[in-house]
């Protein structure tokens, strides 16, 4: 199985629209107490927002706690810059957690009519983008609305300050390079990511995973980690030496004393044994090199955007752009 990497983009920063935090706040109050605030209860240290809704009728603290009015003002500052992708194909559009399909919407000009007619929609969706500045790919998968109200915060700049979630995934590590990487030239405050997933699963691995969903807790299922856990280690260390990923380091949190180490690894098998020694069912992440360029590893660790569900280990980048590709070129030269 060839491997797979995932660049993720998080853009659009909503604090910049005249009265949306405002907006966002009042939202966030009118989704947390709408019952309290409407039968005028007290609420334990209330915001100014929440006073400002008190006594409100109840069907318009949820709109208000839906986020109509926060998309009144977002989307149509939204609409107007994502139109610098030039947006055109779209499918598989969904809306929040239901995986159902909106029927009926394949073009940008239909989502954005789609949108005005509820403003409270956070449309998920694949589509194909046609820059003037040349992408790895012109397919991607887009969530928009993609901040929650109360993550936005004054002061706080991360990634849950943003309004739209763009990725896309690339098996070729040539067009991985120019990858999504020029979407800073139309948003400045891109906050980027990547990925990538490497190795097969092995059957016997995907069953022990299965198996262990069975069950109601991992205690209970704690045999069959214990021997997922020896199968993969016999299975990803001989490969991580092949493919020249070098361990370096685990932190881990002791479930007796509740306190967090740092203790130097070589090896997934050193791992297992510092998870033992602390009372921990799962592996942890795990501080690694790969040509003196520092990553992350995580087993286990699934896409499910991109249907990437088959792979042996996840690899996060701690360093700077290009890294994963050379990750991925060894782990072409191994399956090949």
Avoid at 239 to 262: A, P
Wanted: aromatic letters at 10%; a negative charge.
């Amino acid at each position: 199985m060839l491997p797979v990497i995932v660049q993720n983009a998080y853009f659009f920063h909503p604090l910049k629209i005249p009265g949306y935090q405002a907006e966002a706040e009042k939202c966030f109050a009118a989704e947390v107490f709408p019952e309290d605030i409407a039968k005028q209860l007290p609420v334990e240290n209330p915001s100014s927002a929440m006073e400002s809704l008190c006594g409100l009728d109840i069907d318009l603290l949820i709109k208000i706690g839906s986020g109509f009015y926060c998309g009144q003002l977002l989307y149509p500052e939204l609409i107007k810059s994502l139109q610098q992708l030039k947006i055109g194909e779209i499918s598989m559009l969904t809306q929040g957690i239901d995986d159902d399909p909106v029927p009926g919407i394949s073009t940008f000009e239909e989502l954005v009519k789609y949108i005005h007619e509820n403003y409270s929609v956070q449309p998920e969706f694949h589509a194909k983008i046609d820059p003037e500045i040349k992408f790895g790919t012109n397919e991607v998968k887009m969530n928009l609305a993609y901040t929650h109200t109360h993550f936005v915060l004054p002061g706080r700049d991360s990634k849950y300050n943003r309004s739209v979630f763009l990725s896309a995934k690339f098996d070729d590590p040539a067009k991985s390079c120019i990858g999504i990487w020029p979407l800073q030239n139309f948003y400045p405050d891109v906050i980027f990511e990547d990925e990538l997933f490497l190795f097969e699963m092995l059957p016997k691995l995907q069953r022990l995973f299965g198996e262990i969903r069975e069950h109601r807790s991992l205690r209970d299922a704690k045999e069959i980690i214990n021997e997922l856990n020896n199968e993969y280690v016999d299975y990803i260390d001989p490969l991580l030496k092949l493919v020249g990923i070098s361990l370096v380091q685990v932190e881990i949190k002791d479930n007796k004393s509740n306190l967090e180490y740092k203790i130097p690894v070589e090896s997934y098998q050193d791992v297992l044994g510092v998870m033992k020694n602390h009372d921990r069912l799962v592996f942890p992440a795990v501080q690694a090199l790969h040509d003196g360029r520092r990553i992350e590893l995580e087993l286990g660790v699934q896409n499910k955007d991109f249907n990437l569900t088959s792979h042996a280990i996840y690899v996060r980048n701690l360093d700077e752009r290009g890294t994963l590709e050379k990750v991925m070129e060894s782990g072409i030269k191994l399956v090949s």
